[in-house]
């Protein structure tokens, strides 16, 4: 693949990261050596263009993120009612929050629980190194992909979770990323390492909130280790404010016999890529990776998804569910490999968009790469309007045509908004659901599809 | 300049192998290796053919130097190979003797004839009795064309490219590259540079074709390449059916096969074309065979239909898109694709449909069979333009695995600009089921037979698509493809 480098997006960050190697160095030199690996991949591919042939950026434009300057660094003052207001949040949850990608003690809530670590990353850094320096970057910093990589090379603080061998934990862990205020345009780079060890079994909500009313730059990177038999229930919260870029990775890696289940619920920022790849690295794992966005105005939503099948007996299950307004554009690339050893897998892919308005546009590229026989693999993709024929039953039945456009709409999300179980979790996405619908449906211009 | 090339036969066919890689025993009239400017106007001196036409082609070789100097070849399928060294081929290879085009069959080359023979092309009487017309180029050069005059008489022009340009250039120039421009595609590119014959076709206004047309396409000269053009215009109103075959000698190195294909539905007219594709896939071991590399695609005005049916079973490297752009309001756009890739057969082929006008429609239904090492995969997209108003499309791609060492991949692409549009696509890879194969084999069949009875009722969406007698051919293809690659 061809990347072009562009030197001015590469300039960009590296006065910051001179500025930053400077404050930086009486870090640990095992992190010092990761930061600069990451400057290095960072600065030969730079801020990736949509230029022909490079498929994985043929549909997302990142041009209106390098035409603005950022600068790097941490401010506003953010309060726990702030957060409360704006994100799903409940006060028997474990509550972790990063503010500008720095971890804040005095926000957080902490319950004491045997088996169970919740701390800054600089903490881990200090006193776990063992542990820690055998997964930090592992999975995402040492790939060829920009913001991972950006991420790495601005490695700092964040959030790091520990689940100990066995340890079930009941209580959702909520790990609240939150952009603070700032008159300036800043680069933000919040990261999460999650190692869960072998029979452990937690929730894991992941929520990036940004409270600024300007226009910020968050590139967070969220690192997965699952340990043999291990579960986890993750959900993802995208709340950035809608003039925001936000470039998220997140990397998981299963041993045998784990799950992992994640559901996504994305509705801000102008530019969103949510890139998750998960490596069933070991026989028997299990991979749920399922979302709803919704877009409206001229927001742009990037889902790019992949699931690698390494070793036998993996069952896998992408499903993405889609709402478009306005001028938006959404794109799913759902990516599917199944390598030669990994027989007896079963994996599905699918993809479904409601496109309400002239102008949006929806780009879907669910693939498969099999290169193993005996498996079954599926995908499917649709896109269209909400249905002329069951509108006109609601009508009929005295339903007013927004209501019943309404009422379809909200049913054609209400199976992704199901699978969000924690009670408040629930509420939250409800509620956003239900602001966003008549916002979609102001701005949609057609009646529906034959 | 020109150079006598006499190839003996191939003697180490092992049977049930590749059954058309005989070698023609004829003198070739052959321009040097290597392609340069020079080249490209040699070409056209020997085809006599009017300025515009070389201007063409100095236009499209000048933006193909750009690009091989720039880029190079595409490389975005999924296929591996050593790369083309385009100073190595023969860019114009001609049966010696047919300088002159022959004026009847009794003046075409008796050893060819007998090559088409074997090849179970229906040539003379056959092809009256079959009711197909052929236009069979044997290399590069348009040999015979079958019952011209009785189509002649309903005013349906069907004849070589070249006779095409003597007698028919307003037509050519009117069309030529108006589907596929010179500046299309690297290979796209190359073809117009140096393409040599073809096909075209001409059915006036309200008039149904009454037999299939048909052209069968064949590479003998060693290091040749073949490059040759097919346009196919079906004024308004009108019906035309064609079928395209074609077919190379056991070599073992590679050989270059660039053509393209336009079609033009004006309003109310449907084109149907078919393809058995059979180019040499290469030694068991993956030493020769064809690199197919072919743009085709067609221009539906309003109210027209454009279907596009191929058989893949040969070639080395399988790089074809066949697409319809829906121009016109109500136009109907179809693909139905059986594509195998058997040994080290490498297959990257799909379709596009590109939707502009209102109402229109497309379907496409592709079906990918991937045995011992080789790799197929489907490459599709399905644009719906913001003026597409209440399209409709319908996709449906299966891949079926047989052994565990080859690769089977989806890749469609689906944009869509219009909310009244209803797009759905849907699609699955599995092996061959092991409960159907046990049931089939219980009763008495062996594991081969089983396969082959599964994998044709499989493709049976496809196969049924095809013209009758092609429809046998592409069964018996399958079978005699898939040899060896089940126990």
Redesign the interface.
Same mark, same amino acid.
């Given at each position: 693949m061809t990347l072009v480098t562009s030197p001015d997006a590469v300039d960009k960050f590296s006065s910051a990261y001179e500025k930053f190697t400077v404050e930086k160095a009486t870090s640990p030199n095992w992190v010092k050596k990761l930061r600069e690996q990451a400057w290095s991949t960072f600065s030969e591919i730079g801020i990736p263009t949509k230029r022909r042939g490079n498929e994985l950026w043929k549909y997302t434009n990142l041009q209106p993120l390098t035409a603005l300057d950022f600068y790097a660094g941490h401010s506003g003052s953010v309060t726990t009612a702030r957060i409360k207001n704006s994100a799903p949040w409940d006060d028997d949850w474990h509550t972790l929050v990063v503010v500008d990608g720095k971890f804040s003690s005095e926000l957080s809530r902490i319950n004491d629980i045997d088996g169970l670590q919740l701390i800054s990353l600089n903490e881990a850094i200090e006193t776990e190194t063992d542990d820690l320096k055998s997964l930090l970057a592992t999975l995402a910093g040492k790939e060829e992909y920009a913001f991972s990589a950006l991420n790495t090379a601005f490695l700092d603080d964040g959030a790091y979770v520990s689940v100990a061998e066995g340890v079930k934990i009941e209580q959702p862990i909520h790990v609240v990323h939150v952009t603070s205020e700032s008159v300036e345009s800043r680069a933000v780079y919040p990261r999460l390492l999650v190692d869960a060890r072998a029979g452990s079994s937690i929730v894991l909500i992941e929520t990036h909130l940004n409270i600024a009313t300007t226009s910020q730059f968050s590139a967070p990177v969220v690192e997965i280790f699952q340990g043999e038999s291990s579960s986890l229930r993750h959900y993802r919260v995208q709340m950035e404010n809608e003039i925001s870029f936000h470039l998220g990775t997140t990397r998981v890696s299963q041993q045998s016999d784990t799950d992992f289940t994640s559901t996504s619920f994305a509705v801000g920022a102008q530019i969103a890529r949510n890139d998750i790849h998960s490596l069933l690295d070991a026989p028997g794992a299990s991979c749920t990776l399922h979302g709803l966005y919704m877009t409206n105005g001229v927001q742009h939503q990037d889902q790019e998804i992949s699931t690698t099948h390494a070793k036998p007996g993996g069952t896998s299950d992408q499903f993405y569910k889609g709402i478009l307004s306005g001028k938006s554009q959404a794109v799913f690339s759902g990516k599917v490999i199944v390598m030669r050893d990994a027989q007896k897998s079963d994996a599905s892919q699918k993809d479904l968009n409601l496109l309400l308005s002239r102008g949006a546009e929806v780009d879907a590229k669910p693939s498969l790469e099999i290169y193993a026989d005996d498996i079954t693999a599926s995908h499917g993709a649709t896109a269209g309007h909400v249905d002329r024929d069951t509108l006109f039953y609601l009508q009929s039945r005295g339903v007013d045509e927004e209501s019943a456009k309404a009422i379809l709409v909200r049913g054609f999300a209400e199976e992704m908004l199901n699978e969000f179980e924690p009670t408040a979790l629930y509420d939250f996405v409800e509620r956003v659901t239900d602001e966003r619908i008549p916002v979609l449906l102001s701005e949609s211009d057609t009646i529906g599809t034959a | 300049m020109t150079n006598q090339n006499t190839i003996s036969r191939e003697s180490d066919l092992s049977g049930g192998e590749y059954k058309w890689g005989f070698v023609t025993d004829i003198e070739t009239d052959l321009a040097p290796k290597g392609l340069n400017e020079d080249i490209v106007r040699l070409i056209s001196a020997k085809k006599e053919e009017p300025a515009w036409l070389l201007d063409w082609r100095l236009r499209a070789y000048k933006h193909w130097s750009e690009l091989e100097q720039g880029?190079g070849e595409p490389?975005?399928a999924m296929i591996d190979y050593p790369g083309v060294d385009f100073q190595d081929i023969y860019y114009y290879a001609a049966p010696k003797g047919t300088s002159e085009a022959p004026k009847s069959l009794d003046e075409v080359d008796p050893e060819m004839l007998d090559t088409f023979e074997k090849l179970g092309i229906p040539l003379q009487e056959r092809a009256a009795l079959a009711g197909v017309a052929v236009d069979a180029v044997f290399d590069s050069v348009s040999v015979a064309t079958t019952m011209e005059k009785q189509l002649s008489e309903l005013g349906i022009i069907f004849c070589s490219f070249s006779e095409a340009v003597k007698n028919y250039p307003d037509l050519v120039q009117k069309y030529l590259g108006s589907v596929v421009p010179h500046s299309d595609n690297f290979y796209a590119a190359l073809n117009s540079a140096v393409f040599s014959d073809g096909s075209f076709a001409y059915i006036p206004p309200g008039v149904k074709c009454p037999i299939e047309l048909m052209t069968y396409f064949r590479i003998n000269t060693e290091g040749s390449g073949q490059f040759e053009r097919t346009l196919i215009v079906a004024d308004k109103g009108s019906y035309v059916s064609y079928l395209e075959g074609c077919t190379a000698p056991f070599r073992k190195t590679s050989q270059l096969h660039a053509a393209v294909v336009e079609l033009v539905a004006l309003d109310d007219a449907e084109i149907k074309y078919s393809t058995i594709q059979n180019w040499f896939p290469g030694t068991k071991d993956g030493e020769g065979g064809v690199y197919n590399f072919v743009t085709k695609r067609g221009r539906a005005d309003k109210n027209s239909k454009i279907s596009w049916t191929q058989v893949e079973t040969g070639s080395a490297i399988t790089w074809k898109y066949p697409s319809v752009i829906l121009r016109g309001d109500n136009s109907v756009g179809e693909f139905f694709s059986v594509a195998l890739a058997n040994n080290h057969q490498q297959a990257d082929t799909g379709t596009k449909m590109i939707h502009i006008g209102k109402n229109t429609k497309s379907t496409i239904v592709s079906k990918g069979i991937s045995a011992g090492q080789g790799n197929n995969t489907y490459r599709g997209q399905v644009q719906?333009m913001?003026g597409a108003e209440?399209a409709v499309n319908h996709t449906q791609c299966d891949?079926l695995?047989?052994?565990?060492?080859?690769?089977?991949? /989806?890749?469609?692409?689906?944009?869509?600009?219009?909310? /009244?549009?209803?797009?759905?696509?849907?699609?699955? /890879?599995?092996?061959v089921s092991d409960d159907q194969l046990f049931y089939l084999m219980a009763r008495g069949l062996s594991e081969e037979e089983a396969h082959h009875m599964i994998i044709t009722g499989w493709s049976r969406d496809v196969i049924k698509e095809l013209p009758f007698e092609f429809a046998l051919e592409a069964s018996q293809l399958l079978k005699v493809s898939l040899e060896g690659a089940v126990g």
């Open positions: - | 880029q490389q975005w719906i913001p209440n891949s695995l047989v052994g565990d060492k080859c690769g089977a991949h /989806t890749v469609p692409y689906i944009e869509v600009r219009n909310p /009244t549009a209803r797009l759905e696509h849907e699609a699955s /890879t599995s092996k």
